[in-house]
């Protein structure tokens, strides 16, 4: 009996298909709208948010930023001091009315006495047994307690003596506590005296905790509230209260000071102001309502584009999310800042945003979100279109010198590059102000100019060097740099990679190159795609000789398993590799690699064996666990293992022929051998066949740009050698 596969199995986990990294398109629009939403609430708080003292925001309860004056002399009537006079008025202890009934201490004590009465003759009956008692004391008809049999006994218990000192200082204790508060009970004086007073009052005494518990249960049981709050008495004085405050009249004298800087402001000071016009004008409503016009334009425009034309970006709410905040934190930094230095904000850093946004995800998205930053602050700057053309200005350029940003001078350049330009749109739009040219006038002019040009440059280059690593990981994107350093061969998995798989990592390599081409040719991200390809086999490490890259010089494992047992191991060097990129921090974009390469496909070759084999077969135990690719590079690298595995199997095997000759058949095609391009082509038309390449945005002419991309790189590698051999003399 063949054990094998057995235990295989039972050493594998269940493979479960990887989960997919974008939107689910039914909630893709409600993320969309929410998050244009988000960044329409940006822009507009932007917009009208200011410093304090600007807009009229001066705020209860802190202090005033600024002085103010009376214009002009004013007398009117306050609604605040009235208020506050009608508050206290109607607040007044004086209009609380209770009822009370002074009966009900003196009929509870009566009703006490006589149970104390009850319980006495009850002890004192000889016609009982101590049973008949308990049993008669449990059973005492009154409304206000129920007698337990454990206190039936312990006041049994009790002798003569000591059950007159409990009745007499238990009716001590009802009277102490009746006077306490001179025959009113309410209920907060109730729970004072269950909670405090008669405990304390009774440690005073010198009866046994017992004594004093049932003195206690006594007490309580009797105490009953007779004063009460008449809600309604209450309610109609607190009205006639209110209603008898004459209004309060207030003067103030023309150039009497209202308030001081430093003063707290209270609701008086802000209707003073208000009363004499002295309130700083705050924004109007229509004011607002057009800001908030303004944004929700600004932030419909901005989803729509990157809808269209950055549809990868906006299936990926975590990244365009943070893209928004950073646009918003921006704005409100631009608003909080710009007021604090209002002669220079041609030199507000805004190209560290464009850098970041350029860097982070694309560069089509840092102009498009750096215009919309601009025109923003340009409006908040009192319609400053100078200003907004000067900080778009240094953003394009940004953008432009740090394209690849796959070094760190790139940086560098971008910020030199921002500070020439601030410099020179500064310059262009001074000279175009200044009534005449005098050489004096624009060296004074030059140098604060230069200074804050390089200041621009130099704190956009140190900022941005500093954020966009955090920004990457926040929206899951992986930049130029980040990739350089993932592709060095001293990572610990390539290190391991090229230790224990060395077939593998080759093949990886191979793919890397062809995965590259591909990318090239048809606008994807190749330096994405190569490192991918360098990890995308990572997980056949776990057991390299299973897998025929790594088998050179050795017997095929899989000849002594049975194939269900065989493609499991296979199939399971894709969850391997990705719970090692997982561990080792990889980006989620090559964990994406690993996880789609092989997408959903079927393992054949065992498929085929299983089928020759066994009756019955599950096909599901020979499919991959997906899922399968849902963008361009990931596609790329389907094709490409796919390409490069099939191609090299072939001309290992002889049934490779690299071309074909001019009557269009295949040279040296024995033994089923079949030409290059023709295998690649089949191979991406059985991808596209099984639908593996559905949810990738590829179109056809893509794949043609892919597949010739593919042929002239193994062309290069499978072409036709010239044979050295020495020739025989005739």
């Known amino acids: 009996m063949n054990t094998t596969r057995p235990r295989w199995l039972a050493s594998l986990p269940h493979v479960r298909p990887q989960r997919q990294t974008v939107a689910e398109p039914r909630r893709l629009w409600i993320t969309l709208l929410l998050e244009g939403l988000l960044l329409m609430l940006g822009i507009w708080a932007a917009l009208t948010v200011s410093l304090p003292g600007q807009y009229g925001q001066l705020e209860v309860g802190v202090p005033s930023p600024i002085s103010i004056w009376a214009p002009n002399e004013v007398s009117y009537v306050s609604e605040v001091l009235t208020a506050e006079r009608q508050a206290q008025a109607s607040n007044s202890p004086d209009n609380l009315i209770y009822v009370y009934d002074p009966q009900i201490p003196v009929q509870q004590r009566q009703n006490l006495v006589a149970l104390l009465d009850t319980i006495t003759s009850v002890r004192e009956d000889p016609s009982l047994t101590r049973a008949q008692r308990l049993a008669t004391l449990a059973a005492l008809p009154n409304a206000a307690l129920q007698i337990s049999e454990a206190q039936a006994d312990v006041i049994l218990t009790l002798d003569e003596m000591r059950w007159d000192q409990l009745r007499t200082q238990t009716l001590a204790l009802y009277d102490r506590a009746i006077e306490r508060y001179d025959f009113a009970i309410d209920e907060r004086a109730l729970l004072q005296l269950r909670e405090r007073w008669l405990t304390y009052w009774l440690a005073t005494t010198n009866l046994s905790p017992t004594q004093r518990e049932l003195a206690t249960f006594f007490t ?77 334009l600004l932030a419909a425009g901005f989803m729509a584009y990157a809808v269209i034309y950055e549809a990868p970006l906006a299936m990926r709410p975590r990244s365009l999310v943070v893209l928004i905040i950073l646009i918003n934190a921006t704005l409100i930094a631009a608003r909080l800042l710009l007021p604090l230095v209002p002669a220079w904000p041609h030199y507000f850093p805004l190209a560290t945003m464009a850098i970041i946004f350029a860097v982070v995800f694309s560069g089509r998205i840092s102009i498009t979100a750096s215009a919309l930053m601009a025109a923003v602050i340009g409006v908040m700057e009192q319609d400053a279109l100078p200003l907004a053309i000067t900080l778009i200005a240094t953003c394009v350029v940004a953008v432009l010198a740090v394209r690849s940003a796959d070094r760190i001078l790139t940086f560098v350049v971008a910020g030199m590059s921002v500070a020439v330009t601030a410099f020179g749109m500064t310059l262009a739009f001074w000279l175009m102000d200044s009534p005449s040219f005098q050489s004096a006038t624009i060296a004074t002019a030059l140098i604060p100019m230069l200074l804050f040009a390089g200041m621009n440059g130099g704190i956009s280059t140190i900022l941005a060097l500093g954020v966009f690593n955090l920004v990457s990981r926040a929206a899951g994107q992986v930049t130029p740099l980040q990739l350089m350093e993932l592709a060095h061969p001293s990572r610990p998995l390539l290190r391991k990679l090229i230790r224990e798989a060395p077939g593998t990592y080759y093949h990886s390599v191979a793919v890397g190159n062809l995965a590259e081409a591909a990318a090239e040719a048809v606008g994807a991200d190749a330096l994405l795609l190569r490192v ?80 020759q084999q066994q009756d019955s077969v599950n096909e599901a135990d020979f499919r991959y666990p997906g899922p399968r690719p849902h963008t361009r590079e990931q596609a790329i690298m389907m094709l490409a293992d796919s390409v490069e595995a099939t191609v090299r199997s072939k001309a290992q095997n002889g049934k490779l022929a690299p071309s074909r000759t001019a009557d269009g058949q295949v040279s040296g095609g024995l033994n089923g051998a079949m030409a290059l391009d023709e295998l690649v082509k089949s191979i991406i038309e059985t991808r596209v066949r099984e639908g593996e390449l559905d949810l990738a945005p590829l179109t056809m002419h893509d794949l043609t740009l892919i597949k010739q991309a593919f042929v002239t790189s193994l062309q290069s590698i499978y072409h036709p050698r010239v044979d050295y051999s020495p020739q025989t003399g005739r």
């Open 532 to 611: 991918g390809a360098y990890y995308h086999d990572i997980g056949k490490t776990i057991r390299p000789y299973f897998f025929t890259d790594n088998q050179m010089g050795r017997e095929n494992v899989h000849n002594d398993l049975d194939p269900v047992t065989s493609a499991q191991i296979i199939v399971d060097h894709v969850r391997e590799g990705v719970k090692m990129a997982q561990a080792e921090g990889l980006p989620s974009q090559i964990v994406d690699f690993i996880a789609t390469h092989h997408g959903t496909g079927v393992i054949r070759h065992f498929y085929q064996q299983a089928l």
């Open 220 to 296: 309580e049981s009797f105490l009953r509230v007779n004063r009460t709050l008449d809600e309604a008495a209450t309610a109609q004085r607190r009205e006639e209260a209110y209603n008898n405050v004459p209004p309060q009249s207030v003067r103030v004298l023309a150039g009497e000071r209202i308030i001081s800087t430093g003063e707290i402001i209270t609701p008086e000071i802000i209707e003073k102001l208000q009363r004499t016009g002295a309130m700083p004008r705050p924004l109007s409503w229509s004011d607002i309502v057009g800001r908030g016009l303004f944004a929700a």
